[in-house]
């Protein structure tokens, strides 16, 4: 079993920045792919960043240029730093791990609201 626990949602400014964490625990090292999705009101959850253990990066191209996901290794917070945000990028942000045996599973959710 993993758990992971999200930290830093709020509200912003459009054009501001929010830094996102996500720590990890339980069977850590059973953990292969780690990142961020969002759910925004009426709309399915969408991958935004991830990243897997091996260092392959992936960003939704909706974030490109914008946001940053960084984790160190498997025992480190997972942040997503997000700059020049946009009403749009307005969601639930969700932690996200998939193990080696393929398990997703999901933190409890962080709200941020970019607003003006």
């Known amino acids: 079993q993993v758990q992971l626990v999200e930290s830093g949602g709020g509200l912003v400014q459009p054009g501001g920045s929010l830094r996102l964490s996500c720590a990890a625990s339980?069977?850590?090292?059973?953990?292969?792919?780690m990142g961020w999705c969002r759910q925004a009101p009426g709309k399915q959850r969408e991958l935004v960043a991830t990243?897997?253990?091996?260092?392959?990066?992936v960003y939704a191209d909706s974030v490109k240029g914008r946001f940053t996901l960084s984790r160190d290794s498997a025992r480190n917070p997972v942040y997503l730093q997000m700059n020049s945000l946009k009403p749009e990028d307005t969601a639930v942000y969700y932690c996200?791990?998939?193990?080696?045996?393929?398990?997703?599973?999901w933190g409890q959710g962080t709200q941020v609201t970019v607003s003006s």
């Open positions: 996200y791990a998939k193990t080696w045996d393929l398990t997703n599973y």
């Open positions: 339980g069977n850590i090292a059973s953990i292969n792919v």
């Open positions: 990243r897997t253990r091996a260092g392959n990066t």
